[in-house]
């Protein structure tokens, strides 16, 4: 098998089980937060020669991290000294640290009350039935593949999580800086969409402050152990990296400024998200799952430090998955950047529904789409929300996808969401179960066994899905002559 960057990647993850792996420039402070000083800021620094480390410091700028082999650094420093820093950098590329609101993470808004510990859940997962995840398990389980899922956080308490989670690895990335361990952590205190109410919890840094996170870990790799439901590689393990924290609404919100309640509104910033990429890729994972993503007009300077950290990850032998987006527009037509999505290195998967139909939110291009997976929801809004659900405890359409949710947020440990979100996870355990058969097979050769084997849809609504929609056993079959 090819051995890729000159080492297999189980003697890798094995190494960094027994905690003999250095995370080269990724280092963890305390659990306990850094803010930015008022006066300074963060910014992303695409690196062209070798002085540039030297330039940055001598213009008054601390280097926080040193990212892609030292191809990008994280920095911080005073505010009025950005244009030193700019002509530090002479030809290479500076870009602001933005922080943005991650308000495209699709949730059935429900206000079901909880209902009694739910008996396994497999008839509930069509996406599962659909893509046929219990033939491939007789094959394949994900054992010994390792999933970096970049998210809100996932539960370290969830029965669906806990067995499959590696929490020693977990991290939370805030304000370019790197926290482990159990802290003081801002959380929902109740599921809702964009305003949230929060509260102050003592939890493991990297545990999920929102739900969305769970829910995309349980979609990829619940265990088989009759607690509710099963992901797509129930074997492999998570690894929880949390670039998303909230910051107060009125932060954020100039509109908001006289409301008397605390609401908390869920962020990230660019470093946060290229840091997290980077610590994975650092500490040898074999699939990163991005379903965490952003807009931009027009910006190639933050496309660039996407695609280079994206780049650096395939060179390491990590697949890179990331959701298309939710903003129903043709990507291959649109002058925007849709970032992870956009990146030519990543697995881009749109999403589809019960009847293999575009669900209606998903972005989409031939171009641009490699893949798409069920993410829930039909062809049309109306179609979607015409459906009744199965369930009391769960009020939702069951057209969407069901997965693990923190009880202690939404009053019951599964949820019915939609979105690309929910169909990255599918092909990222996909992926997962594909390494452990190949454990060296190259991303792209990862990538390659998955598209080819996706089911052709056709039909309306099936434009723009890339080679189709994902099928697991097929997949297992095109590499079934490297195992």
Same mark, same amino acid.
């Given at each position: 098998?090819?051995?890729?960057?000159?080492? /297999?990647?189980?003697?890798?993850?094995?190494?960094?089980?027994?905690?003999?792996?250095?995370?080269?420039?990724?280092?963890?402070?305390?659990?306990?937060?850094?803010?930015?000083?008022?006066?300074?800021?963060?910014?992303?620094?695409?690196?062209?020669?070798?002085?540039?480390?030297?330039?940055?410091?001598?213009?008054?700028?601390?280097?926080?991290?040193?990212?892609?082999?030292?191809?990008?650094?994280?920095?911080?420093?005073?505010?009025? !000294?950005?244009?030193?820093?700019?002509?530090?950098?002479?030809?290479?590329?500076?870009?602001?640290?933005?922080?943005?609101?991650?308000?495209?993470?699709?949730?059935?808004?429900?206000?079901?009350?909880?209902?009694?510990?739910?008996?396994?859940?497999?008839?509930?997962?069509?996406? !599962?039935?659909?893509?046929?995840?219990?033939?491939?398990?007789?094959?394949?389980?994900?054992?010994?593949?390792?999933?970096?899922?970049?998210?809100?956080?996932?539960?370290? /308490?969830?029965?669906?999580?806990?067995?499959?989670?590696?929490?020693?690895?977990?991290?939370?990335?805030?304000?370019?800086?790197?926290?482990?361990?159990?802290?003081?952590?801002?959380?929902?205190?109740?599921?809702?969409?964009?305003?949230?109410?929060?509260?102050?919890?003592?939890?493991?840094?990297?545990?999920?402050?929102?739900?969305?996170?769970?829910?995309?870990?349980?979609?990829?790799?619940?265990?088989?152990?009759?607690?509710?439901?099963?992901?797509?590689?129930?074997?492999?393990?998570?690894?929880?990296?949390?670039?998303?924290?909230?910051?107060?609404?009125?932060?954020?919100?100039?509109?908001? /400024?006289?409301?008397?309640?605390?609401?908390?509104?869920?962020?990230?910033?660019?470093?946060?998200?290229?840091?997290?990429?980077?610590?994975?890729?650092?500490?040898?994972?074999?699939?990163?799952?991005?379903?965490?993503?952003?807009?931009?007009?027009?910006?190639?300077?933050?496309?660039?430090?996407?695609?280079?950290?994206?780049?650096?990850?395939?060179?390491?032998?990590?697949?890179?998955?990331?959701?298309?987006?939710?903003?129903?527009?043709?990507?291959?037509?649109?002058?925007?950047?849709?970032?992870?999505?956009?990146?030519?290195?990543?697995?881009?998967?749109?999403?589809?529904?019960?009847?293999? !139909?575009?669900?209606?939110? /998903?972005?989409?291009?031939?171009?641009?789409?490699?893949?798409?997976?069920?993410?829930?929801?039909?062809?049309?809004?109306?179609?979607?929300?015409?459906?009744?659900?199965?369930?009391?405890?769960?009020?939702?359409?069951?057209?969407?996808?069901?997965?693990?949710?923190?009880?202690?947020?939404?009053?019951?440990?599964?949820?019915?969401?939609?979105?690309?979100?929910?169909?990255?996870?599918?092909?990222?355990?996909?992926?997962?179960?594909?390494?452990? %058969?190949?454990?060296? %097979?190259?991303?792209?050769?990862?990538?390659?066994?998955?598209?080819?084997?996706?089911?052709?849809?056709?039909?309306?609504?099936?434009?723009?899905?890339?080679?189709?929609?994902?099928?697991?056993?097929?997949?297992?079959?095109?590499?079934?002559?490297?195992?």
């Amino acid at each position: 098998m090819n051995q890729l960057g000159g080492r /297999s990647r189980r003697s890798v993850l094995k190494r960094v089980v027994e905690g003999g792996i250095v995370l080269g420039s990724v280092g963890a402070v305390s659990a306990g937060d850094r803010s930015v000083p008022a006066d300074q800021e963060v910014y992303v620094v695409l690196a062209g020669d070798s002085e540039l480390r030297g330039r940055i410091e001598r213009a008054g700028f601390e280097i926080l991290n040193e990212l892609a082999d030292g191809s990008i650094f994280i920095v911080q420093g005073a505010a009025e !000294k950005a244009a030193e820093l700019r002509a530090a950098a002479v030809a290479i590329e500076l870009v602001p640290n933005e922080t943005f609101v991650l308000d495209t993470m699709e949730a059935a808004a429900t206000d079901g009350e909880s209902g009694d510990e739910p008996e396994p859940l497999y008839e509930d997962q069509w996406d !599962k039935q659909l893509t046929r995840a219990q033939a491939a398990h007789d094959r394949a389980t994900g054992e010994g593949a390792t999933l970096a899922v970049i998210d809100s956080g996932v539960s370290h /308490s969830h029965p669906d999580l806990e067995p499959r989670l590696d929490a020693d690895r977990g991290r939370l990335f805030r304000n370019g800086h790197v926290h482990t361990g159990v802290g003081e952590v801002t959380v929902a205190e109740e599921s809702s969409l964009l305003l949230q109410p929060t509260k102050t919890a003592t939890r493991p840094v990297a545990a999920d402050v929102y739900g969305h996170g769970s829910h995309v870990a349980g979609i990829a790799a619940a265990p088989r152990n009759d607690a509710g439901i099963v992901g797509m590689a129930p074997d492999a393990t998570i690894v929880p990296l949390r670039p998303a924290f909230y910051k107060d609404a009125t932060d954020v919100y100039d509109e908001l /400024s006289d409301i008397d309640e605390e609401y908390g509104v869920l962020v990230t910033t660019i470093a946060d998200m290229l840091l997290a990429i980077d610590y994975a890729v650092e500490i040898g994972v074999d699939v990163i799952n991005l379903s965490l993503r952003k807009v931009w007009p027009g910006d190639s300077r933050s496309f660039a430090a996407f695609r280079r950290i994206a780049s650096h990850a395939i060179e390491q032998g990590t697949v890179v998955v990331a959701a298309a987006g939710n903003e129903m527009v043709d990507l291959d037509h649109d002058s925007r950047y849709f970032l992870p999505a956009g990146i030519p290195d990543a697995i881009t998967v749109a999403a589809t529904g019960p009847t293999d !139909k575009r669900s209606h939110y /998903s972005n989409y291009g031939d171009g641009t789409i490699d893949v798409a997976a069920p993410g829930g929801g039909y062809e049309t809004l109306d179609k979607t929300m015409s459906e009744e659900p199965a369930r009391v405890e769960y009020p939702a359409p069951t057209n969407y996808v069901l997965s693990s949710v923190p009880e202690e947020i939404y009053g019951r440990q599964y949820e019915y969401f939609s979105g690309t979100s929910m169909a990255a996870p599918q092909v990222a355990g996909l992926a997962c179960l594909l390494r452990e %058969l190949a454990p060296d %097979l190259h991303p792209r050769r990862v990538e390659q066994a998955i598209t080819e084997s996706a089911v052709d849809l056709s039909g309306e609504y099936t434009s723009g899905l890339g080679t189709g929609r994902i099928d697991a056993p097929a997949a297992i079959d095109r590499i079934s002559d490297r195992v």
